[in-house]
């Protein structure tokens, strides 16, 4: 299948800003385009750094509106994962002692 001359340059600059927005360290990345009747199927796989692999797939009869779809699958996995692993990071008790002692004073009358 031809892909034409815009898509894989389309392709590689919106993987890098995804890969950027959210680890910046791309591992791999790759990309395929297949036909479903009249409909385009594009099938997106990341790997940040150490992370597990992530990937998306989509379909649309615009060969840019599925690729920008499945990309948007694997960027979505990878937001939640950056925030997982920003969850495992310890609690701050001295903010948490500050936010409680606000509470517990009496309200303005």
Known sequence: MHLGDGLPVHARES?????????????????HFGR??????????????GLPMRGGEATSKDIYAAFDAALA??????????????????????????????LSRPPFT
């Not at 800003?17 to 959210?22: C, D, F, L, Q, S």
């Not at 990878?78 to 936010?99: E, F, I, N, Y």
Request: aromatic share 6%; hydrophobic share 35%.
């Open 36 to 49: 479903e009747g009249n409909d385009y199927r594009c099938t997106v796989t990341m790997q940040m750094g």
């Open 73 to 102: 699958k694997v960027a979505k996995q990878l937001r939640r994962a950056k925030g997982a692993l920003r969850g495992d990071q310890p609690v701050r008790t001295d903010k948490d002692m500050v936010l409680w002692a606000g």
């Open 15 to 31: 993987i890098r800003r995804v890969a950027g927005k959210y680890f910046g360290h791309l591992s791999t990345a790759s990309v």
